[in-house]
């Protein structure tokens, strides 16, 4: 499986941005998919994860009420809308796969992509 993600850039604090991530290789339906980031000097962290139909989605505490996961399963593609950006939310955002969102919220992911880098400005 190999995971593209795109859609990272600079904003300005409050604004917004959406990244994108196409799976290839892979049955995509069948994966739950998610987003972690990593700051330089900082661990990675858990951002947002979707069952396979997308029912069932899970965020991390900082994230929660500002960003959205969705997928389209059509496509391949797994989104992060990203509102009310923040300085702190700086970092490299990674695309994952994996069995379960529960288990992506625990960082056991089964492949990752490369990342996309966000930069918020305040």
């Known amino acids: 499986v190999q995971l593209q993600a795109s859609g990272g850039g600079l904003v300005q604090a409050g604004g917004s941005l959406r990244l994108s991530c196409v799976a290839t290789?892979?049955?995509?339906?069948?994966?739950?998919m998610g987003w972690y980031r990593q700051a330089p000097g900082k661990e990675r962290e858990f951002v947002a994860a979707i069952s396979t139909r997308g029912g069932i989605t899970d965020y991390g505490a900082s994230v929660k009420g500002r960003f959205t996961i969705s997928r389209d399963n059509a496509k391949n593609t797994v989104y992060l809308q990203m509102n009310s950006l923040k300085p702190e939310d700086t970092a490299v955002y990674i695309c994952?796969?994996?069995?379960?969102?529960?288990?992506?919220?625990?960082?056991?992911?089964?492949?990752r992509g490369q990342g996309t880098q966000v930069t918020v400005s305040s």
């Open positions: 994952a796969s994996g069995r379960t969102t529960v288990l992506l919220s625990r960082g056991d992911s089964d492949y």
């Open positions: 290789g892979g049955t995509f339906s069948a994966d739950a």
